[in-house]
């Protein structure tokens, strides 16, 4: 669709003397004075918009503010013929049709949470958007060439420092949840990601690493939101995240987000709309040939299933999780599942046997699940309050504050909800009990470890 030239923008930038190299400057100046440092525009953006194109937020804002300075005069966005546009409520639960659709939601949604917009803040997880979401990434059409033509050249260094910051991030995020970090996380998908993905000039390969890089971080800054228990922010990125997995054509990726929004629905007690993701995540991994993503998959059904307490189709799905983590070839598996060992393997499968109230089996895969990765901080918070529980569940109370004073003192360093859920949990199991010794010292003990 041809747009119509900004003729209000045209007049104002020849009343205001400004050229157009000399307005880009003074916008990317102001940024930086307004923190927001990756602002790179030069003359050619200020020609697309004369030409009808819309800057995204917050540069409207940013060139009335220099506008208004220059004529001494109240200039107003709406003004400059580039009038505020209402944030819909919705925004980032849809997965959209198109590559370009796709960018102006997500940019957007990070534009929203750089801002902390309340809408956001305050959203609530939506079975529906998960389900559509689901289901356009099976049955979308064959996504259009992911290409633009903008002024800034992207090439394989900047998808490269985006992968490096994931995984720097992410690291940390394993180490002392999400809430120390994620507000960086999304500056950075706002200020360095954004002006890649809506100016920037690449071709079709360029296009898809870059769509394929972006996911990732967007999947992660998800993920963080899950930790921190913000359900309907964290699923409007991951929804985003597969959105961006689909322009990259990587069917993989695509994958393990929905088997990140299965993990989420277990979470909050949504085991069938969890099947419906666990399933879903398991033909992307069947199509990628990602077996270590089919193990978790199948894993997370047979969670689904145990929630539900049906005791033979948890059995035959952690059967099915067995078999193909054994058909996954070492080294040659994604570095986004990297993470997926025996250890975490273990661990899911320990989760299935708390739930279904069996003692021993959940003994039996918690221990195993602690020989694993050091760096993963939070992870051992959650498995040894698995192995507290399973203990409890065995009669063993002793052996079970041990593990749960363990983790207790772990989860003193985390920044993350889902730690202090996982705390609450064993504090509740452990009521029952609060006269004996072992609890009563361990609460003194919990007590030290967090005065309020």
């Known amino acids: 669709m041809e747009r119509e030239p900004n003729r209000l923008l045209q007049r104002l930038i020849a009343e205001a003397g400004f050229t157009h190299k000399g307005l880009s400057r003074r ?40 506008f208004a300075h220059r004529l001494g005069r109240t200039v107003s966005s709406e003004d400059l013929g580039l009038p505020v546009v209402a944030t819909p409520p919705d925004l980032g639960q849809e997965f959209t049709h198109t590559w370009q659709e796709g960018i102006a939601t997500v940019t957007a949604l990070w534009r929203g949470d750089v801002e902390r917009r309340r809408f956001l803040i305050d959203s609530t997880f939506a079975i529906g958007a998960g389900a559509t979401g689901a289901l356009r990434w ?7 060439r992911p290409v633009a033509g903008g002024a800034r050249r992207v090439g394989m260094a900047d998808i490269a420092a985006i992968r490096e910051v994931t995984r720097s991030f992410g690291e940390l995020d394993n180490r002392f949840g999400g809430g120390r970090v994620r507000s960086a996380v999304v500056k950075y998908l706002d200020t360095a990601v954004a002006p890649l993905l809506s100016e920037g000039s690449y071709g079709e390969g360029t296009g898809r690493a870059l769509a394929s890089a972006a996911a990732e971080l967007t999947r992660l800054a998800g993920w963080m939101a899950y930790d921190l228990e913000q359900h309907g922010l964290a699923q409007r990125y991951l929804i985003q995240a597969l959105r961006l997995a689909r322009g990259a054509g990587d069917h993989g990726l695509g994958g393990e987000i929905l088997a990140g929004m299965s993990h989420q629905a277990l979470y909050i007690g949504q085991p069938a709309h969890a099947l419906d993701l666990a399933r879903a995540a398991q033909l992307s991994a069947r199509r990628a040939g990602v077996y270590a993503l089919l193990a978790e998959s199948h894993v997370l059904e047979a969670h689904g299933h145990a929630l539900m307490d049906d005791r033979g189709a948890c059995a035959n ?6 078999l193909a983590f054994d058909q996954r070839e070492a080294g040659e598996e994604p570095d986004w599942i990297a993470y997926f060992d025996e250890a975490y393997l273990s661990a899911k499968f320990a989760h299935c046997f708390r739930d279904l109230g069996d003692g021993p089996g959940t003994v039996r895969h918690a221990t195993r699940s602690l020989d694993m990765d050091g760096r993963y901080v939070r992870g051992r918070m959650f498995n040894l309050s698995l192995l507290s529980a399973g203990l409890l569940g065995c009669g063993e109370l002793e052996q079970a504050c041990v ?11 985390l920044q993350s909800a889902r730690t202090q859920s996982y705390a609450s949990d064993l504090r509740r199991r452990l009521d029952p009990f609060a006269g004996e010794p072992a609890v009563r010292e361990l609460n003194e003990r919990a007590r030290e470890l967090s005065p309020a």
């Open 403 to 413: 593990a749960a004073g363990q983790a207790l003192e772990l989860a003193g360093g």
């Open 317 to 322: 799905s952690l059967h099915a999780a067995e």
């Open 138 to 144: 099976l049955t979308l059409p064959l996504e259009g």
């Open 27 to 66: 916008l990317n100046d102001l940024g930086v004075v307004r923190g927001l440092p990756g602002l790179k525009y030069d003359h050619s953006s200020v020609l697309r918009w004369i030409g009808g194109q819309r800057p995204r937020n917050p540069v409207p804002g940013l060139l009335a503010e220099i």
